[in-house]
C-alpha cells in the first residue's frame, strides 16, 4: 500500500506563486492508494478559498483522497459547511453527551448565526480496502473558532471509540492537523488526551501537518508498552515559509517492513518548479 500525504495549501493570500498545475502533475506521477491532506487547504476559511482548494484537490487522480479541516480552514463561522461542501462530506461523529461538552464554540446558536450546520466540529471515519488490507482511517478535528491553538473535544472522542469498538479492520491510523509530540506557537493543548486514545485503540500511526515543518518520530510508551509513529509534513504550497518548507510526503510499502519514506521538496524558480528526492529508510518502524 503506498500513501501520498499533503498538508497545508493555503489557497487564498498565503497561497504561493507557483504553477499549481505542475505540482498537481508532479503528485499525480506517484502511485497512491490512498491520497492524505491533513488540514489547512486554506488561508481565512473563505468560500473563494474553498472552491480553489477543492478545485485542485479534485485535479489529483488518486481514487482515495481524504482530507481534514485545519485551523485555518476554521477562521469563519460558515467554515465547516465550506469544508463539506467543496473539501470533503462524510457522515460527521457528534458527541454523546453535547451537554458535557466543553470546547469553545463547539455549538454556535442558529438564531443569532442563521447558519445551517450549529456544530462546528468535523470529526469523521473512513474504511478503504486496498490490496484486501481493510484500513479503518480516523479523522479528529483539533481545531477551534478562530483560534491557532489545537483542541479535541473528549466526549466527541468517547464517542468514536465506541464506534471503534464495534468495527473490523486490519490496521488502523489517525489524521489530525496538530502534533500530538511537537509544540510551535500553536500547540494541541490536551494532546495527553489525545495520546490515551491512541494507546487505547492501538493506534501505530498519526498523520498531521500544521508547522509547516517536516517532523518523522516515534514514541514509546515504556509503561503500557505502546509505541506509534508520527509523521508530520511541510506545507505543500506556502508562500510565508522558506523554499525548502514546500514538500510532500510519499510512503512506498506503507505498514510493512519494506516501508520507504520518500521526501519530495519543491523548489521555485521564477515561473518554473524544480523537486528534489530523499530517501529515509522506513524500515525500523513498524
Not at 198 to 208: A, L, T
Not at 209 to 222: A, I, M, P, S, V
Not at 234 to 245: F, K, M, R, T, V
Request: a negative charge; aromatic letters at 10%.
Amino acid at each position: 500500500m503506498n500513501i501520498l500525504h499533503i498538508s497545508d495549501l493555503h489557497f487564498g493570500p498565503r497561497h504561493w506563486e507557483g504553477n499549481d498545475d505542475i505540482l498537481l502533475e508532479k503528485l499525480n506521477t506517484y502511485d497512491a492508494d490512498i491520497v492524505i491532506n491533513t488540514g489547512d487547504s486554506t488561508s481565512d476559511g473563505l468560500e473563494s478559498e474553498y472552491q480553489e482548494a477543492g478545485q485542485f484537490l479534485k485535479g489529483i487522480t488518486c481514487e482515495n483522497v481524504i482530507s481534514i479541516i485545519g485551523n485555518h480552514d476554521k477562521r469563519n463561522m460558515r467554515s465547516h459547511e465550506y469544508f463539506k461542501e467543496y473539501i470533503y462530506k462524510n457522515e460527521i461523529i457528534s458527541p454523546l453527551r453535547p451537554e458535557l461538552t466543553t470546547k469553545k464554540n463547539l455549538f454556535l446558536k442558529r438564531d443569532i448565526t442563521k447558519i445551517k450546520d450549529n456544530f462546528t466540529d468535523l470529526n469523521y471515519i473512513k474504511v478503504f480496502t486496498i490490496n484486501g488490507v481493510t484500513v479503518l482511517i480516523i479523522c479528529i478535528d483539533s481545531n477551534q473558532l478562530s483560534n491557532d491553538d489545537g483542541v479535541v473535544e473528549e466526549e466527541v472522542l468517547r464517542k468514536i471509540s465506541k464506534k471503534i469498538s464495534r468495527m473490523k479492520y486490519d490496521v488502523s491510523l489517525m489524521l489530525i492537523h496538530h502534533s500530538l509530540l511537537a509544540t510551535d506557537e500553536g500547540p494541541l493543548l490536551n494532546s495527553l488526551s489525545l495520546i490515551d486514545f491512541v494507546r487505547e485503540h492501538k493506534i501505530g500511526h498519526v498523520f498531521c501537518g500544521h508547522t509547516h515543518q517536516l517532523d518523522l518520530r516515534q514514541t514509546t510508551d515504556l509503561y503500557f508498552n505502546h509505541t506509534f509513529t508520527q509523521y508530520m509534513v511541510g506545507s505543500l504550497s506556502s508562500c510565508n515559509h522558506d523554499n525548502d518548507d514546500n514538500m510532500f510526503l510519499f510512503y512506498k510499502n506503507w505498514g510493512t517492513t519494506k516501508m520507504q519514506i520518500y521526501v519530495i521538496r519543491i523548489f521555485l524558480d521564477g515561473d518554473s518548479l524544480s523537486f528534489t528526492e530523499e530517501l529515509v529508510s522506513g524500515n525500523d518502524i513498524p
